[in-house]
């Protein structure tokens, strides 16, 4: 009975994988000029294609992202729809923090860290006003849900 239902629940979060990859595929493919904008949940959120090497594979992943643009980085929420393990892009920036972004016709080399506590306390509103969800998904999950700073990798690299 449990890994029926455990099926079932899975068939949505398929679903909404596929919808990501295909939005993300399509944002790769336009250069961020076509379906820049999540319109099924948060029309007035920009979204993005990012691209990360997979951590076991070595393969290019590509999926959609919806951002803010801090300076000349861009804004992402790691919060995989609140479920308690953190999203594959997330995982693969981890081991390799070097990506590349596709928003709004411009096309970026980034290097991913975590937000500072006060990076992620000033803009976590921000991220709030486009949709609200994100609160819910800190009630769904144990884990801390980062935010993800996507920085231009030349500017990246001269800090290091």
Do not use: K
């Not at 455990?6 to 595929?25: D, E, K, Y």
């Not at 319109?39 to 070595?58: D, E, K, Y």
């Not at 937000?115 to 609200?132: G, H, K, M, Y």
């Amino acid at each position: 009975m449990m890994a029926r239902l455990s099926n079932l629940l899975s068939r949505p979060r398929r679903l909404a994988t596929r919808v990501t990859r295909a939005h993300g595929w399509i944002l790769r493919r336009t250069r961020g000029r076509l379906l820049g904008r999540n319109l099924f949940f948060a029309p007035r959120q920009r979204v993005l294609a990012l691209t990360t090497v997979g951590r076991s594979s070595g393969r290019e992943r590509t999926t959609a992202l919806g951002y803010l643009r801090e300076g000349d980085a861009f804004v992402v929420v790691a919060s995989n729809s609140g479920m308690d393990r953190a999203p594959a892009w997330w995982r693969n920036l981890e081991e390799h923090a070097e990506a590349e972004v596709n928003a709004a016709g411009e096309r970026v080399r980034v290097r991913a860290r975590m937000a500072s506590d006060e990076e992620s306390e000033r803009l976590w509103p921000r991220f709030i006003e486009q949709f609200s969800g994100f609160d819910d998904y800190r009630r769904y999950t144990a884990r801390e849900i980062p935010l993800v700073m996507l920085e231009p990798a030349e500017v990246a690299d001269s800090d290091a």
